[in-house]
């Protein structure tokens, strides 16, 4: 059972039952037709044991799982490599569930507000701190348990910042903690509100959820400092076809939304500052194509034939795309008709 599965099967109802926009539907569709024969291919042939298959053209949709996988893996390798060698703060800004009425309001706002309250008192706790510019890397999560609603700010923090001359200084105590999170709860809590507050306003819809806003404000917020990852064990819940995807469709991000953002010392802005603080290159110039790393941090190779396990597939026909035979934007067009 994969996603493109449940899409298939249960698009349909979904639509009819909490019309969905056009940019979601066009997510699904994307997922629905990933590695499928409508988007093209080609035809294989191993040159060890003639075994022949198709392979086709993923989506790459950044929503789609089958895609990112791989993706994320050569990011995250990535940013070990560029590190800086210092102790690195997980720093966890997270939000009420009252606020998550105002999130589907106008998501995108909310998220660019999340990041720029979030850089903002990150910056502003350097400076009060430690008197130093500091730097983060920021990266956004929708999901709660369950596919619920639960946006959060996952930040990794370096232990290090500029001072106004110009020289990389040390910070932390100790190594133990880097900010009071009770205060960066307070600050972020205020930022955070006052700028949802004021798009509210301007859109003249802050009496409909002024009432939220002052919960909110009442309420002592959570920000996590070194947290743990937890048990991998959750518990099992069954949805309908329809709620999964309703519930799926709250994490589609606005188009052209970027979810990872650097701020500070860690932009390139102070990329020759902070260069005597990365991590020695290694003596070997590592010279592997983007395709061999994905084998290497896979362990998956899909040149090797999975028959015999020995010879590599070799292209033999190329397939182009055809026009899907199954489309939920269609869906979308005839109920709207009707």
């Known amino acids: 059972m994969e996603l493109a599965t449940v899409i298939k099967r249960y698009a349909a109802d979904f639509v009819v039952q909490h ?106 706790f350097g400076y009060s701190h430690y008197s130093v510019e500091t730097g983060a890397i920021c990266v956004l999560h929708t999901w709660g348990q369950n596919l619920s609603l639960h946006p959060h700010l996952h930040c990794i ?58 919960t909110c404000y009442a309420k002592s917020w959570v920000v996590y400092s070194e947290p ?26 606005p188009k052209r939304f970027v979810k990872i953002r650097y701020f500070g010392i860690l932009t390139s802005v102070y990329r020759k500052q902070v260069e005597s603080l990365k991590t020695k290159p290694d003596i070997v110039q590592h010279t592997e194509t983007r395709k061999q790393r994905i084998v290497r941090l896979t362990g998956f190779d899909p040149c090797k034939c999975p028959h015999c396990n020995t010879g590599n597939m070799q292209t033999i026909k190329t397939l182009p795309p055809i026009r899907s035979p199954v489309d939920v934007l269609l869906y979308h067009i005839i109920n709207l008709s009707h």
């Not at 198709?54 to 070990?80: T, V």
Request: aromatic letters at 8%; a positive charge.
């Open 157 to 214: 923090v370096p232990a290090a910042g500029l001072i106004p001359m110009g020289r990389i200084k040390a910070i932390g105590n100790d190594g133990k903690y880097l900010y009071p999170v009770r205060q960066l709860s307070v600050v972020f809590r205020g930022k955070l509100l006052e700028a949802l507050k004021r798009n509210l306003k301007k859109k003249n819809r802050l009496p409909e959820f002024q009432s939220v806003i002052e």
């Open 19 to 124: 019309n969905p926009n056009v940019y979601q539907l066009n997510v699904l569709n994307a997922l629905q037709l990933c590695r499928t024969a409508p988007l093209g291919g080609h035809k294989d042939r191993c040159d060890s044991c003639g075994t022949e298959q198709f392979s086709y053209i993923s989506c790459g949709n950044r929503h789609c799982p089958k895609c990112q996988i791989a993706r994320q893996m050569l990011w995250a390798e990535d940013r070990m490599r560029d590190s800086l060698n210092v102790k690195h703060f997980h720093i966890v800004f997270t939000v009420p569930d009252e606020l998550n009425a105002v999130c589907l309001a106008d998501s995108r706002h909310f998220y660019e507000s999340l990041f720029a309250c979030a850089k903002e008192t990150l910056s502003t």
């Open 228 to 253: 743990s990852l937890g048990n991998a064990n959750q518990k099992l819940m069954t949805l309908t076809g329809v709620e999964f995807l309703r519930r799926f469709c709250m994490h589609i991000l």
